[in-house]
Protein backbone atom coordinates (compact mmCIF):
# COMPACT_ATOMS: atom_id res chain seq x y z
CA UNK A 1 0.00 0.00 0.00
CA UNK A 2 1.18 3.48 -0.87
CA UNK A 3 1.42 6.18 2.23
CA UNK A 4 -0.48 8.91 -0.39
CA UNK A 5 -3.28 8.61 -2.67
CA UNK A 6 -4.48 11.68 -5.04
CA UNK A 7 -7.03 10.70 -6.43
CA UNK A 8 -10.08 9.59 -4.64
CA UNK A 9 -13.90 10.08 -4.97
CA UNK A 10 -17.22 10.27 -2.53
CA UNK A 11 -20.62 10.25 -2.07
CA UNK A 12 -20.41 13.96 -3.24
CA UNK A 13 -20.04 13.10 -6.62
CA UNK A 14 -20.02 9.56 -8.23
CA UNK A 15 -18.61 7.47 -5.35
CA UNK A 16 -20.27 4.91 -3.22
CA UNK A 17 -18.76 5.92 0.35
CA UNK A 18 -18.91 9.22 2.45
CA UNK A 19 -15.90 11.71 2.24
CA UNK A 20 -15.71 10.55 6.43
CA UNK A 21 -15.62 6.58 5.51
CA UNK A 22 -13.18 7.85 2.63
CA UNK A 23 -10.59 8.80 5.23
CA UNK A 24 -10.92 6.11 7.61
CA UNK A 25 -10.87 3.63 5.29
CA UNK A 26 -7.48 5.55 4.32
CA UNK A 27 -6.26 5.40 7.13
CA UNK A 28 -6.73 1.69 7.57
CA UNK A 29 -4.87 0.73 4.80
CA UNK A 30 -1.80 2.95 6.03
CA UNK A 31 -2.24 5.76 3.89
CA UNK A 32 -1.11 9.13 5.80
CA UNK A 33 -1.51 12.22 3.08
CA UNK A 34 -4.08 12.46 0.33
CA UNK A 35 -6.78 14.30 -1.26
CA UNK A 36 -10.69 13.84 -1.97
CA UNK A 37 -10.95 14.50 -5.99
CA UNK A 38 -14.56 14.51 -6.27
CA UNK A 39 -16.08 15.41 -9.83
CA UNK A 40 -17.15 19.31 -10.39
CA UNK A 41 -17.46 19.64 -6.51
CA UNK A 42 -15.87 20.59 -3.26
CA UNK A 43 -18.45 20.04 -1.36
CA UNK A 44 -17.32 16.90 0.41
CA UNK A 45 -13.80 18.66 0.97
CA UNK A 46 -15.47 19.73 4.87
CA UNK A 47 -16.82 16.34 5.99
CA UNK A 48 -13.24 14.56 5.03
CA UNK A 49 -11.36 17.03 6.80
CA UNK A 50 -13.10 16.62 9.48
CA UNK A 51 -12.63 12.75 9.57
CA UNK A 52 -8.80 13.69 8.56
CA UNK A 53 -8.09 15.53 11.36
CA UNK A 54 -9.65 12.50 13.32
CA UNK A 55 -7.47 10.47 11.83
CA UNK A 56 -4.08 12.11 11.88
CA UNK A 57 -4.00 12.39 8.13
CA UNK A 58 -3.06 15.62 6.22
CA UNK A 59 -5.72 16.09 3.50
CA UNK A 60 -5.12 18.39 0.45
CA UNK A 61 -7.52 20.05 -1.27
CA UNK A 62 -8.44 18.28 -4.66
CA UNK A 63 -10.97 18.32 -7.68
CA UNK A 64 -11.54 16.47 -11.00
CA UNK A 65 -12.37 18.85 -13.65
CA UNK A 66 -13.76 17.31 -17.31
CA UNK A 67 -12.41 19.43 -20.33
CA UNK A 68 -12.02 18.49 -24.18
CA UNK A 69 -9.04 18.69 -26.39
CA UNK A 70 -10.39 18.25 -29.97
CA UNK A 71 -12.47 15.22 -29.92
CA UNK A 72 -10.48 13.84 -26.81
CA UNK A 73 -12.06 13.66 -23.15
CA UNK A 74 -9.37 15.60 -20.65
CA UNK A 75 -9.86 14.89 -17.04
CA UNK A 76 -7.61 17.57 -14.71
CA UNK A 77 -6.84 17.37 -11.29
CA UNK A 78 -6.90 20.50 -8.99
CA UNK A 79 -4.74 20.38 -5.98
CA UNK A 80 -4.25 22.83 -2.96
CA UNK A 81 -6.21 25.95 -4.25
CA UNK A 82 -8.41 27.47 -2.12
CA UNK A 83 -11.94 26.18 -1.93
CA UNK A 84 -14.03 28.77 -0.63
CA UNK A 85 -12.97 31.00 -4.03
CA UNK A 86 -16.17 32.59 -5.42
CA UNK A 87 -15.02 32.31 -8.78
CA UNK A 88 -13.71 28.58 -8.32
CA UNK A 89 -17.16 28.08 -6.69
CA UNK A 90 -19.57 29.64 -9.82
CA UNK A 91 -17.39 27.61 -12.25
CA UNK A 92 -18.04 24.10 -10.74
CA UNK A 93 -21.91 25.05 -10.37
CA UNK A 94 -21.60 25.45 -13.94
CA UNK A 95 -20.60 22.64 -14.55
CA UNK A 96 -22.81 20.51 -12.56
CA UNK A 97 -25.62 22.27 -14.24
CA UNK A 98 -24.50 20.43 -17.15
CA UNK A 99 -24.46 17.25 -15.76
CA UNK A 100 -27.73 17.44 -14.95
CA UNK A 101 -28.65 18.25 -18.33
CA UNK A 102 -26.33 15.29 -19.93
CA UNK A 103 -28.29 12.83 -17.89
CA UNK A 104 -32.08 13.68 -19.00
CA UNK A 105 -30.82 13.03 -22.69
CA UNK A 106 -29.02 9.87 -21.25
CA UNK A 107 -32.33 9.03 -19.40
CA UNK A 108 -34.08 9.53 -22.99
CA UNK A 109 -31.90 7.58 -25.42
CA UNK A 110 -31.87 4.25 -22.78
CA UNK A 111 -35.87 4.84 -23.19
CA UNK A 112 -35.24 4.98 -26.74
CA UNK A 113 -33.86 1.35 -26.11
CA UNK A 114 -36.17 -0.18 -24.47
CA UNK A 115 -35.05 0.55 -20.90
CA UNK A 116 -37.06 3.05 -19.06
CA UNK A 117 -35.62 4.97 -16.56
CA UNK A 118 -37.32 7.89 -14.46
CA UNK A 119 -34.97 11.01 -13.74
CA UNK A 120 -36.18 11.21 -10.58
CA UNK A 121 -34.29 7.71 -9.71
CA UNK A 122 -31.27 8.56 -11.43
CA UNK A 123 -31.08 11.87 -9.37
CA UNK A 124 -32.44 10.23 -5.96
CA UNK A 125 -29.48 7.54 -6.04
CA UNK A 126 -26.86 10.71 -6.68
CA UNK A 127 -28.76 12.45 -3.60
CA UNK A 128 -26.35 15.53 -2.83
CA UNK A 129 -23.90 14.30 -5.02
CA UNK A 130 -23.04 15.89 -8.44
CA UNK A 131 -24.65 13.46 -10.59
CA UNK A 132 -22.50 10.97 -13.38
CA UNK A 133 -23.39 8.38 -15.62
CA UNK A 134 -21.74 5.89 -11.97
CA UNK A 135 -25.29 7.01 -11.11
CA UNK A 136 -27.27 5.98 -14.19
CA UNK A 137 -25.41 2.86 -14.33
CA UNK A 138 -27.02 2.05 -10.79
CA UNK A 139 -30.47 2.24 -11.86
CA UNK A 140 -29.83 0.45 -14.42
CA UNK A 141 -28.30 -2.07 -12.35
CA UNK A 142 -31.40 -1.71 -10.39
CA UNK A 143 -34.34 -2.04 -12.70
CA UNK A 144 -32.17 -5.35 -13.99
CA UNK A 145 -30.98 -4.19 -17.00
CA UNK A 146 -27.63 -4.63 -16.85
CA UNK A 147 -25.85 -7.48 -14.63
CA UNK A 148 -23.23 -5.25 -13.34
CA UNK A 149 -22.01 -0.98 -13.69
CA UNK A 150 -19.50 -1.85 -15.39
CA UNK A 151 -21.66 -3.70 -17.99
CA UNK A 152 -23.94 -0.54 -18.04
CA UNK A 153 -20.62 1.22 -19.26
CA UNK A 154 -19.64 -1.37 -21.55
CA UNK A 155 -22.90 -1.70 -22.97
CA UNK A 156 -24.46 1.49 -22.71
CA UNK A 157 -22.39 4.23 -21.25
CA UNK A 158 -18.98 4.11 -22.11
CA UNK A 159 -17.41 6.33 -24.50
CA UNK A 160 -18.82 5.72 -28.39
CA UNK A 161 -21.78 3.81 -26.56
CA UNK A 162 -25.07 4.27 -27.84
CA UNK A 163 -25.86 6.20 -24.58
CA UNK A 164 -22.79 8.36 -24.54
CA UNK A 165 -23.90 11.91 -24.34
CA UNK A 166 -21.01 14.92 -24.83
CA UNK A 167 -21.77 18.23 -22.67
CA UNK A 168 -20.51 21.31 -22.55
CA UNK A 169 -16.73 21.18 -20.73
CA UNK A 170 -14.72 23.85 -20.57
CA UNK A 171 -11.43 24.68 -22.67
CA UNK A 172 -8.41 23.26 -20.56
CA UNK A 173 -6.79 26.76 -20.48
CA UNK A 174 -9.57 27.88 -18.82
CA UNK A 175 -9.65 25.23 -16.45
CA UNK A 176 -6.10 25.54 -15.81
CA UNK A 177 -6.53 29.03 -15.15
CA UNK A 178 -9.31 29.18 -12.79
CA UNK A 179 -7.43 26.68 -10.53
CA UNK A 180 -3.84 28.44 -11.07
CA UNK A 181 -5.97 31.52 -10.17
CA UNK A 182 -6.85 30.20 -6.65
CA UNK A 183 -3.76 29.12 -5.84
CA UNK A 184 -3.59 25.48 -6.96
CA UNK A 185 -1.86 22.98 -9.40
CA UNK A 186 -2.86 21.41 -11.95
CA UNK A 187 -2.01 17.25 -12.64
CA UNK A 188 -3.55 15.52 -15.87
CA UNK A 189 -5.72 12.59 -14.73
CA UNK A 190 -4.99 9.30 -16.19
CA UNK A 191 -3.55 9.80 -19.19
CA UNK A 192 -4.11 6.66 -21.40
CA UNK A 193 -7.49 7.22 -21.24
CA UNK A 194 -6.76 10.35 -23.39
CA UNK A 195 -6.23 7.93 -26.76
CA UNK A 196 -3.44 7.11 -28.88
CA UNK A 197 -1.83 10.21 -28.99
CA UNK A 198 -2.14 11.57 -25.40
CA UNK A 199 1.65 12.03 -25.19
CA UNK A 200 1.13 14.93 -27.77
CA UNK A 201 -2.24 16.42 -25.69
CA UNK A 202 -0.02 16.21 -22.38
CA UNK A 203 2.84 18.36 -24.34
CA UNK A 204 -0.08 20.49 -25.27
CA UNK A 205 -1.88 20.76 -22.09
CA UNK A 206 2.20 21.62 -20.74
CA UNK A 207 2.43 24.54 -23.09
CA UNK A 208 -1.31 25.84 -21.29
CA UNK A 209 0.06 25.51 -18.19
CA UNK A 210 -0.30 22.31 -16.56
CA UNK A 211 2.10 21.27 -14.00
CA UNK A 212 1.78 18.00 -13.35
CA UNK A 213 1.14 14.32 -14.66
CA UNK A 214 -0.64 11.19 -12.96
CA UNK A 215 2.07 8.68 -13.54
CA UNK A 216 1.24 6.19 -11.03
CA UNK A 217 -2.41 4.82 -12.01
CA UNK A 218 -4.01 2.31 -9.91
CA UNK A 219 -3.51 -0.63 -12.45
CA UNK A 220 -0.70 0.85 -14.68
CA UNK A 221 2.23 -2.08 -14.93
CA UNK A 222 5.70 -1.02 -14.42
CA UNK A 223 6.24 -0.25 -18.07
CA UNK A 224 3.40 2.03 -18.23
CA UNK A 225 4.75 4.07 -15.31
CA UNK A 226 7.84 4.27 -16.48
CA UNK A 227 7.20 6.05 -19.89
CA UNK A 228 4.95 8.05 -17.77
CA UNK A 229 7.75 9.31 -15.51
CA UNK A 230 10.04 9.67 -18.29
CA UNK A 231 7.83 12.06 -20.37
CA UNK A 232 6.65 13.99 -17.44
CA UNK A 233 10.47 14.26 -16.30
CA UNK A 234 10.91 15.37 -20.59
CA UNK A 235 8.47 17.93 -20.02
CA UNK A 236 9.35 19.23 -16.78
CA UNK A 237 5.84 18.17 -14.81
CA UNK A 238 5.41 16.70 -11.52
CA UNK A 239 4.33 13.61 -10.99
CA UNK A 240 1.35 12.24 -9.15
CA UNK A 241 -0.25 9.35 -7.99
CA UNK A 242 -3.68 8.07 -7.40
CA UNK A 243 -6.36 4.75 -6.97
CA UNK A 244 -9.26 6.97 -8.77
CA UNK A 245 -11.26 5.67 -6.13
CA UNK A 246 -15.02 5.08 -6.51
CA UNK A 247 -16.07 1.84 -4.71
CA UNK A 248 -18.47 1.12 -7.67
CA UNK A 249 -17.07 -2.76 -7.68
CA UNK A 250 -15.98 -2.76 -11.49
CA UNK A 251 -13.11 -5.39 -12.36
CA UNK A 252 -10.19 -3.09 -12.20
CA UNK A 253 -10.99 -1.33 -9.00
CA UNK A 254 -8.45 -0.80 -6.81
CA UNK A 255 -8.57 -0.07 -2.68
CA UNK A 256 -7.41 2.96 -1.27
CA UNK A 257 -3.84 3.12 -1.21
CA UNK A 258 -3.79 0.35 -3.34
CA UNK A 259 -1.59 1.65 -6.34
CA UNK A 260 2.32 1.40 -6.66
CA UNK A 261 3.20 5.15 -5.92
CA UNK A 262 6.43 4.66 -3.76
CA UNK A 263 7.00 6.43 -0.87
CA UNK A 264 10.26 9.10 -2.27
CA UNK A 265 7.31 9.89 -4.99
CA UNK A 266 4.97 10.56 -2.91
CA UNK A 267 7.48 12.56 -0.66
CA UNK A 268 8.44 14.61 -4.61
CA UNK A 269 4.62 15.43 -5.26
CA UNK A 270 4.13 16.20 -1.34
CA UNK A 271 7.11 18.95 -1.67
CA UNK A 272 6.02 20.37 -5.20
CA UNK A 273 2.21 21.08 -3.37
CA UNK A 274 4.19 22.97 -0.61
CA UNK A 275 6.22 24.85 -3.14
CA UNK A 276 3.68 25.76 -5.11
CA UNK A 277 0.33 26.01 -3.46
CA UNK A 278 -1.49 28.15 -1.55
CA UNK A 279 -3.39 25.70 0.42
CA UNK A 280 -1.68 22.79 1.26
CA UNK A 281 -3.66 21.23 3.35
CA UNK A 282 -7.47 21.92 4.71
CA UNK A 283 -7.50 23.60 8.07
CA UNK A 284 -7.57 20.82 10.81
CA UNK A 285 -6.10 18.02 9.10
CA UNK A 286 -2.10 18.96 8.89
Avoid at 36 to 63: F, K, M, Q, S
Avoid at 146 to 157: G, I, M, N, P
Avoid at 223 to 238: E, F, N, S, T, Y
Wanted: overall charge negative; hydrophobic content about 40%; proline content about 5%.
Amino acid sequence: MAIGDFHLHSTASDGVQSPAWVMERAAANGVRILSLTDHDTTDGLPEAAAAAARLGLRLIPGVEISTEVGKADVHLLGFGFDPAGRRLQEFFRWQREGRLARVEKIVSILRDHGMPLETKRVFEIAGEATVGRPHVARALLEKGYVASVQEAFDRWLGNGKPADVNREKLDPKDAIAIIHEHGGVVFVAHPVYIGENYPDVIRHLRDLGADGLETYYKHYPADVIAAHAALAADLGMAASGGSDYHGLGNPDDRDIGDIPFPDDRVDAFVRFIDANCACGAMEGAL
